[in-house]
């Protein structure tokens, strides 16, 4: 009974997410590479390598991660907006406290034990990818500077040039003062701040979800 209603889920979440899909392509501008922005820090060096794209929930663990579950989704396309297919996508991220899971973090933030801060998965056919995880906190990042919640997202595959870059929260005021920010072109940071809204039906009720499109360049060839 729980497998058909799992089932039932996933069928549902699959049909929900094709509709999304085809409203986003009819969106696209596509006119803007994403851009590069530093991986920071924290990029962690212990990662349990897998395809579990759930952030929310430990192995083994019947307790769920603090903060507001969101889904992170999106295509990787390529210098011609093509949907680029068996694309790498890594995210890392802070925790709902601001507190990263490495030993190089000062923030005296808590860790939450119920989060996995990594996840990598591949593309699909379409260059669709998405994550279920919580928004981060802000952290600080110096006296006189907090970074906005934000997910890291580093994207490989052979013939495009790798990317690393930075996702952030439209509408969070630490955006307009964040120097990492603004040092993008207007354009570019748009492409970069997404529009978070309740997810449709057959996805985690409470839960939102936002479109995380990524343009690679091409590897020049010599
Ligand atoms: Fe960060």
């Known amino acids: 009974m729980q497998g058909q209603a799992s089932r039932r889920n996933f069928l549902l979440s699959a049909g929900a997410l094709a509709a999304l899909s085809a409203k986003a392509i009819a969106s696209d501008s596509c006119d803007v590479f994403t851009p590069a922005q530093t991986s920071g820090p924290f990029y962690p ?23 507001q579950v969101i889904y992170v989704k999106g295509r990787v396309l390529d210098a011609q907006c093509r ?15 601001g507190k990263y899971n490495s030993p190089k973090d000062p ?11 990594w996840a990598e998965t591949f593309t699909n056919k379409d260059g669709e990818y998405m994550f279920k995880t919580i928004r981060p906190g802000a952290y ?21 040039k790798e990317l690393t870059t930075q ?11 964040d120097f990492i920010i603004q040092d ?13 809204s309740p997810s449709p039906v057959g996805f985690e009720p409470g839960s939102l979800m936002g479109s995380f499109e990524m343009k690679l360049q091409q590897v020049r060839r010599s």
């Open 83 to 97: 949907p680029i297919e068996g694309a790498n996508v890594e995210i890392w991220q802070a925790c709902a406290s």
């Open 45 to 67: 060096g212990e990662r349990a390598f897998g395809l579990d794209t759930d952030l929310t929930v430990v192995n083994g663990s019947s307790r769920r991660a603090l903060g």
């Open 167 to 177: 996702m952030y929260f439209k509408g969070d005021p630490l955006n307009d003062v």
């Open 140 to 160: 600080p990042a110096a006296s006189d500077w907090d970074r906005p919640p934000h997910i890291h997202v580093k994207v490989s595959k052979l013939g495009s």
């Open 107 to 117: 923030n005296p933030a808590k860790l939450d034990p119920n989060f996995k801060y």
């Open 184 to 196: 993008l072109d207007p354009a570019e940071r748009d492409s970069v701040i997404v529009d978070f």
